[in-house]
Antibody, heavy 118, light 111 residues
Framework: QVQLVESGGGVVQPGRSLRLSCETS????????MHWVRQAPGKGLEWVAV????????HYADSVKGRFTISRDDSKNTLYLQMNSLRAEDTAVYYC???????????WGQGTLVTVSS | QSALTQPPSASGSPGQSVTISCTGT?????????VSWYQQHPGKAPKLVIY???KRPSGVPDRFFGSKSGNTASLTVSGLQAEDEADYYC???????????FGGGTKLTVL
């Protein structure tokens, strides 16, 4: 069955970096666009970054542009999110998700909590 | 991109129907047939219940119905059940050079 497992979250000081990973299994990873979505405590969902199935396009939320980088390694069936210059407002649960049709994510990981605090 | 507009709350009694709206612009909801709806229970990951405006993923009951008119999409949940109580988010494609946009979410209460 389709599985997505995030890792790499934790507590980090403002200005530092963190890399999230999303290991996938149970489907042909290279056939799917992949997304990072976050949810700050008590808030709604926010698209953070998306990467097309072939890696040809990447899009970022304005709030993370220039600081976060999404990438994928199809040989490892893994999605990444490199997060630099972290801010308190980046504190959230980060989910990775599999796209089946233009922001239609049918499979999600369990989420990983990133807390940015001094 | 601005967020899509959803009512903050909706409610209905068991067995009734409730409709949640999602209003965008001609650059997102009105411009493409790529509106999705997610259900999220507290502490859980979102679950896709409608995609491409009207399609239901496998396993989603046909009590969930999606539609669109102009710049407004709607999710109708009929035959309300206790387990339908959750937060619902709409989202829309906004073109190949833009990130998608979410609505602010609607808390559905089953009375």
């Amino acid at each position: 069955q389709v599985q997505l497992v995030e890792s790499g979250g934790g507590v980090v000081q403002p200005g530092r970096s963190l890399r999230l990973s999303c290991e996938t299994s149970g489907f042909t990873f290279s056939n799917h666009g992949m997304h990072w979505v976050r949810q700050a405590p008590g808030k709604g969902l926010e698209w953070v970054a998306v990467i097309w199935y072939d890696g040809s396009k990447k899009h970022y939320a304005d709030s993370v542009k220039g600081r976060f980088t999404i990438s994928r390694d199809d040989s490892k069936n893994t999605l990444y999110l490199q997060m630099n210059s972290l801010r308190a407002e980046d504190t959230a649960v980060y989910y990775c998700a599999r796209d089946i049709s233009y922001y239609s994510d049918d499979s999600w990981g369990q989420g990983t909590l990133v807390t940015v605090s001094s | 991109q601005s967020a899509l507009t959803q009512p903050p709350s909706a409610s209905g009694s068991p067995g009734q129907s409730v409709t949640i709206s999602c209003t965008g612009t001609s650059s997102d909801v009105g411009g493409y047939n790529y509106v999705s709806w997610y259900q999220q229970h507290p502490g859980k990951a979102p679950k896709l219940v409608i995609y491409d405006v009207t399609k239901r993923p496998s396993g989603v009951p046909d009590r969930f119905f999606g539609s669109k008119s102009g710049n407004t999409a709607s999710l109708t949940v009929s035959g309300l059940q206790a387990e339908d109580e959750a937060d619902y988010y709409c989202t829309s494609y906004a073109g190949s050079n833009n990130l998608g946009v979410f609505g602010g979410g609607t808390k559905l209460t089953v009375l």
